[in-house]
């Protein structure tokens, strides 16, 4: 004999897991972002740009976390280049000025990394040098290195003495790297 009564917590569990399943699928839907659809997406025949649809639907989009065109959660985890990062390496900074130490420093830039100084004359030398010291790259390499020197009459210095300025530079960097890591 087959009574109705037990049936009913089948037939409630079959309706429980459709309407489950429904709902599952609107939540997938909804999140697929533009376009069109039965959710209210994006319609290209409603006469409005998308860029106008998009300010309406989403005020807050051009905040931080919503930088990017939102339609994936790694758009939170991107980084982002707001002009604020220093592209300059750190221990050939510190190096140039430890170097060059002897010089009357006129102006840093490290965004930039670009290092002036004025006219001095190194420890046991005669003749009095400036310096322009460019750092364009945030490796350790002689490649991101760019060292000018001047006499006070204006005359370039040998391509020698630049050459150990910039090898002094180098290795003092190669020292200041060996010593943070050591820690």
């Known amino acids: 004999m087959h009574t109705m009564g037990a049936d009913i917590p089948m037939i409630f569990s079959r309706v429980f897991r459709f309407a489950a399943a429904v709902v599952l699928v609107a939540t997938v839907a909804a999140c697929g972002g533009g376009g069109g659809g039965f959710l209210g997406g994006f319609d290209n025949n409603s006469g409005v740009t998308e860029t106008e649809y998009r300010r309406e639907r989403f005020p807050n989009s051009g905040n931080q976390i919503e930088e990017g065109d939102g339609t994936s959660i790694f758009d939170l985890f991107r980084q982002r280049d707001d002009g604020s990062k220093v592209g300059v390496n750190r221990y050939l900074w510190n190096a140039s000025l430890d ?69 002094a530079i180098l290795t003092r960097a190669r020292q200041l790297r060996v010593g943070d890591s050591r820690f």
Do not use: C, H, K, M
């Open 99 to 167: 170097v060059l130490d002897f010089l009357p420093v006129q102006s840093v830039d490290p965004y930039t990394g670009v290092i002036t100084t004025g006219y001095g004359v190194p420890p046991g030398g005669g003749r009095a040098y400036r310096a322009t010291v460019y750092i364009r790259d945030p490796a350790l390499e002689a490649r991101s290195l760019n060292v000018s020197l001047q006499t006070q009459g204006g005359q370039p210095v040998s391509a020698s003495t630049q050459r150990a300025v910039e090898d």
